[in-house]
């Protein structure tokens, strides 16, 4: 319900009320997580006959919001991980970086929302330069496994190079 009312137009609106002064509802924590209303205003006309049917715009609409709050827990993930490296910069930034980024793994065959958010996080750490290796990209796109597998052997075989580096020293 809190994805779906605030793309709905008036008529919509009204067939979701349908007789009714209000509905309440509370949805994931992700979505708001608190009690919410949806009430009819006095003097409201009744609602249009016919089924509430979805269109392109509210379908669209939907899956933008839903877009955004990944993006968002990709920016709250990208905080929690790299504070050295995001503790500069705005959500703006971060939010810009994590659409780049998840557009750059689309492109790559990653499906996998780990996956997204350790490319998110690879992408910050070495300054977006990663992505732009022409072997890593060929490796993760046609590795002997799916893309998701393949990332995830260069993933975890890259960091434990840092650690050897580290401790070297």
């Not at 979505?31 to 949806?38: D, N, Q």
């Not at 269109?55 to 990208?78: C, H, M, P, S």
């Not at 350790?118 to 990663?130: D, H, T």
């Amino acid at each position: 319900m809190a994805q779906i009312i605030p793309t709905l137009s008036q008529g919509q609106y009204l067939r979701l009320l349908g007789p009714a002064n209000a509905i309440i509802f509370q949805p994931d924590e992700e979505w708001g997580g608190s009690i919410m209303r949806a009430s009819r205003k006095d003097g409201t006309a009744p609602a249009p006959r016919g089924l509430l049917a979805f269109n392109t715009r509210n379908i669209d609409e939907i899956e933008d919001q839903r877009r955004e709050t990944v993006v968002g827990k990709r920016v709250a993930y990208l905080r929690k991980v790299a504070p050295d490296f995001t503790a500069a910069r705005s959500d703006v930034e971060l939010r810009d970086l994590v659409r780049r980024q998840d557009a750059q793994a689309e492109e790559l065959g990653l499906k996998l929302e780990y996956s997204r958010k350790l490319w998110a996080f690879m992408m910050l750490i070495s300054g977006e330069k990663s992505g732009q290796i022409p072997e890593v990209r060929a490796y993760i796109r046609s590795g002997p496994k799916d893309p998701d597998q393949n990332f995830a052997v260069l993933f975890n075989k890259t960091k434990s190079v840092v650690r050897v580096h580290r401790r070297a020293g």
